[in-house]
């Protein structure tokens, strides 16, 4: 990824959506110019150095004007820290850039550390080993997937201003200047070892979703084992295919984005097969995957790890159809809590069958 980042001259976005408010009442409208749809933001590349800039987009005057699709109360001050739906609206900077960073996600960065670490064979439960391993997870959690949440949501502010407007940046809740500030600073903090997401890998709901799949489960376990061993082909193939249940699970979280994709002619997998066949396209990628890797295991002569694998399937597939096979958009979270524990206990099986 860092080889991406040498080659960034500059990314400019610019801005395709104006909000504008009729001061005779209290309605907000939000208006779209069509050839601001037509015309998706611009990245260019040359070999300096790189530049975010937004082209005169005023948060003060989307503050203001966005309308307030969040419940008036009852928000949680929890699920505000953790970055999810239903958070409460919040004023003091530090928790709204933490919001922004959205902890709920690091979760699997930093077990696929661990999952790298525990597949090497050559981790030891010693102060060098453990400094390098937090050091390792604090790179791949906090900084890296904070700043692609961070960089994710300021690409991603026309599409929430559609789907969620009391978000942070297009609420105004945090001027430009300062989520600038924070995508920089957790890129730096991240050692430089990141790289922009492509206009391009957005606009295909396979390409995007798998490359997300990747950047969660294929990325930090191999940066776990190449620290405390050798990273191999088999490994490599071995989590390439897990990405496929990751692309499953980057495929959860586009339902609840349907109106504002179509509006900017995103082809997320839900658009393009409609929210139905989308649904089992993405429990089949995330439960099929995991039964490949049981069979591989078995294949491979350790039953055992293969059959815990198997039995760590069969309540990913009970909440599938008790939540969110049901209602997608309305289960999106509750599914995401009550299976993906089930998925990550998967992982690290697969790590331990792999070291053995």
Known sequence: MSSVLNTVSS???SRIYRINSNN????NHLRIPIHSV???PSVSFTRRRLTVRAADTDTNEVKSKAPDKAPASGGSSFNQLLGIKGAAQETDKWK?????????TWPPLVWGVVCGAAASGNFHWNPEDVAKSILCMIMSGPCLTGYTQTLNDWYDREIDAINEPYRPIPSGAISEKEVISQIWLLLLGGLGIAAVLDVWLKQNGWIGNFALGASYISLPW???QALFGTLTPDIIVLTLLYSIAGLGIAIVNDFKSIEGDKALGLLSIPVAFGAETAKWICVGAIDITQISVAGYLLGAGKPYYALALLALIIPQVVFQFQYFLKDPVKYDVKYQASAQPFLVLGLLVTALATSH
């Open 24 to 27: 005779n009442n209290n309605n």
């Open 222 to 224: 191999w940066a776990g």
């Open 11 to 13: 990314l400019r976005l």
């Open 38 to 40: 037509l015309n998706p």
């Open 96 to 104: 709204i850039r933490l919001q922004l960073t959205k902890p709920v």
